[in-house]
């Protein structure tokens, strides 16, 4: 067993609303700068900056995590992680028919590159990234349980898109053991007894890694990455 410092909740410059600092090589490099080992790129509705943020945390030594932030037909922010690439990039292509077809504006919400390795632009989502999708809280949590990812409630210490502010509590369904929370003193009170992930939502690099959080993992603390992502999962769903 060993702590781990951890982050499963980050935004990329894909996410329209990150700054365009937020390039998979910065992140995965403040990364290493803070100390931080285990880090989860989370841009909403897409994993499209996946494979470069992978690339970018092989070359500093940290462990990298796939996933999206998914914003449900209730407006409901829900954090989805996957245990490899090609699950978090399968869980992207099929979210694609539940995306509202909206023509992101740049000059009013941002710019949406697709980077890949060296944040190399390679390309640019044309669709407004954080709209809802048309998939509801529960047809959203099973299909990515059905894919073999991790889903559970983002933030629900915020009122803007977190669960508690809209549904008011926890729903008999989806059941959810897991919970996230961006101030560590809101735990307690508000995850009814769940586990809970304490992660920055990060949208600039000054909010990333300013304060660090820990896990235990049943893995050595000089384990692989991939050693340390299976460590991560069993954690996340015991």
């Given at each position: ?79 989805c992680l996957f245990g490899g ?153 015991k």
């Open positions: 067993m060993a702590l781990f410092t951890y982050d499963l909740h980050v935004h990329s410059c894909l996410s329209p609303c990150g700054d365009d600092e937020m390039t998979p090589c910065n992140i995965a490099g403040m990364a290493y700068l803070a100390g931080v080992k285990i880090v989860a790129l989370t841009d909403h509705n897409s994993c499209k900056n996946c494979p470069a943020f992978f690339t970018a945390c092989a070359e500093y030594g940290v462990t990298a995590v796939a996933g999206m932030e998914l914003t449900t037909s209730e407006e409901i922010h829900m954090v690439l090609e699950q978090a990039l399968a869980f992207d292509e099929a979210l694609q028919p539940y995306r509202m077809k909206l023509k992101n504006r740049v000059e009013i919400f941002g710019s949406q590159p697709i980077m890949a390795a060296e944040d190399e632009i390679v390309g640019e989502d044309p669709y407004f990234l954080p709209a809802a999708t048309t998939l509801s809280l529960s047809e959203a949590a099973a299909m990515v349980r059905s894919m073999g990812g991790v889903a559970y409630p983002a933030h629900i210490d915020r009122e803007s898109n977190g669960m508690l502010a809209i549904l008011g509590a926890f729903p008999e369904e989806p059941e959810f053991t897991l919970c996230e929370v961006r101030d560590k003193p809101n735990a307690e009170k508000l995850s009814g007894g769940r586990r809970v992930v304490v992660s920055s939502d990060a949208h600039r690099l000054t909010d990333f890694a300013v304060t660090l959080n820990h896990m235990e993992l049943d893995c050595p603390d000089d384990a692989e990455p991939d050693e340390v992502r299976s460590a991560l999962f069993r954690y996340l769903t």
